[in-house]
């Protein structure tokens, strides 16, 4: 009797075991932020066609060569037995991370949704989703998940939600305007009262830029009214999330900590050998440092001068003052030239999004200090720029120069270039031959007017589709003027000995 009570003992604590190391293991599974089985589309069969084609995407996404980006997209199968998988891991995640998440998810959505035709679920670092029916290049914005954590209270609340709508802006424009593999943006934002600020929006890559800007639209308008510190929102073509802490991985571009400085109190000692060390240091160092600003002054100001001798007079022409904007006004509509703004970069510099105090918005571009080019390319772009009104030019509103700083400003466009259009598999879909012919006429107009109708004659000398921008309606405006060549009126030939342009 007492050997079955031992051992029966012994199985009890062995099960005990047994069963804590399974919720351990249980414990460190990665589980679903939200998952929906979806099942008004219909059920399927363990051994039927569809279940087979199934396997066959899913399969596909956990064995596909890495890409680096993070997305994947699969199809297979004939009529309404054909299968169609969708894998976007979150921007910023690492490709190990990537793959580890999308397999989970392979695993745990087939579990939890054994016999849906279509299902879909959401980790923090990826999302995984499958159908019966086409999903590829289609805008989906339901089913959906948010959720958010409130404070009874915002110090400056209309501060806060300013400061998050200028971030959300920032970023819906840099993620929309992404390319064929990857739509999404991440950054920051400071405010003196509540800190920084971090967001971050993500759409499918199969999306247009037109589809992209409606989904996230589509959940900003989610966003409570009040007090939310932290808001998550998931749906099948976009995600976006913002809270007051770091939540992804920081690009070079973030602001780095701030850095603690040790202020020593007043009964700090040294000794006198530091002290001496100290101060021959000081008298070393201090004429070296003083020569270089002064020979840094000189170089500044000649320059600066120079520019603005420039500028102000060409052939007799005078650019208005009004169209200078100070600097410091520039700064703060682009938020400090925050990568969150950062619309692209060319041979000039890089152009940033930027809202006037008056709501306005602007494109700024900024050239590249140190461009020993970029002087005459500045000059170029003001005194053309300013005098060339055409619906089919890009309109100048103004410039700046501040020391080192050249920046132009100029009409906001929303499609971004035609570049991103033409050379994108998903989105020059929507360029049927009705909008590439008006874009192919408003191009010709533009041209006719610099070569002919205009009061110059004009050659543009670097027409390229990235140099068309498009408008919110796909109107075509010619832009970037920094190499175009002014010529008489009755000019018919010209030499030149540099080779420049496209």
Request: proline share 4%.
């Amino acid at each position: 009797m007492g050997k079955f009570l031992k051992l029966g003992s012994e199985l009890i604590m062995r099960s005990r075991t047994e069963l804590e190391e399974g919720r351990r293991i249980c414990a460190t599974l990665p589980v679903f932020v939200n998952h929906v089985c979806m099942y008004e589309v219909g059920n399927f069969i363990s051994n039927s066609t569809y279940k087979t084609n199934l396997d066959h995407v899913l399969s596909s996404i956990a064995t596909a060569k890495d890409t680096g980006y993070g997305f994947y997209n699969f199809s297979y199968g004939a009529s309404s037995e054909s299968a169609n998988a969708i894998g976007l891991c979150r921007g910023d995640t690492k490709p190990d991370i990537c793959r580890s998440c999308l397999n989970n998810s392979i695993y745990f959505l087939t579990q939890l949704c054994p016999e849906q035709k279509e299902a879909i679920g959401w980790y923090d670092n990826c999302m995984l989703r499958y159908s019966s029916r086409p999903i590829f290049g289609a805008m989906e914005n339901v089913p959906m998940f948010f959720a958010w954590l409130t404070k009874d209270t915002i110090p400056q609340e209309d501060l806060f939600r300013q400061n998050l709508w200028t971030l959300l802006d920032g970023l819906k424009d840099n993620a929309s305007s992404g390319g064929s593999l990857r739509k999404y943006a991440a950054g920051s934002i400071f405010g003196e009262t509540f800190g920084r600020l971090y967001a971050l929006l993500q759409c499918t890559p199969d999306l247009s830029r037109l589809q992209c800007d409606a989904c996230l639209n589509s959940a900003f308008r989610k966003i409570p009214p009040c007090c939310s510190l932290t808001w998550r929102y998931f749906s099948p073509s976009c995600n976006v999330r913002y809270q007051m802490s770091l939540f992804f991985q920081p690009s070079a571009d973030l602001p780095p900590p701030m850095p603690q400085i040790f202020v020593p109190s007043s009964n700090t000692t040294f000794s006198e050998a530091k002290k001496n060390t100290i101060r021959t240091t000081i008298l070393i160092v201090l004429p070296f440092v003083a020569v270089l600003v002064l020979a840094v002054s000189i170089h500044t100001f000649l320059r600066f001068s120079k520019l603005r001798e420039r500028l102000e007079t060409s052939d007799d022409d005078i650019i208005p003052t009004s169209l200078q904007y100070d600097f410091k006004l520039i700064r703060e509509a682009t938020d400090d030239f925050s990568i969150s703004n950062k619309l692209g970069q060319g041979g000039f510099g890089v152009v940033y999004k930027g809202r006037l105090f008056n709501g306005q918005e602007v494109a700024v571009k900024r050239l590249a200090q140190g461009s020993q080019q970029g002087d005459l390319e500045f000059k170029n772009e003001v005194l053309l720029v300013a005098k060339l009104q055409h619906r089919n030019l890009v309109r100048l509103l103004g410039f700046c120069f501040e020391k080192d700083e050249r920046l132009l400003v100029y009409e906001f466009l929303p499609n971004s270039s035609l570049d991103h259009f033409i050379f994108d598999p998903i989105r020059r879909q929507y360029l049927d031959w009705s909008r590439r012919y008006r874009i192919i006429v408003g191009i010709s107009r533009g041209l006719m007017y610099l070569h002919q109708d205009s009061q110059f004659k004009v050659i543009h000398h670097d027409l390229k589709a990235s140099n068309i921008l498009l408008d919110g309606e796909l109107n075509p405006k010619i832009a970037d003027f920094g190499m175009a060549r002014l010529c008489s009126i009755n000019q018919s030939h010209g030499d030149t000995s540099k080779i420049k342009g496209t």
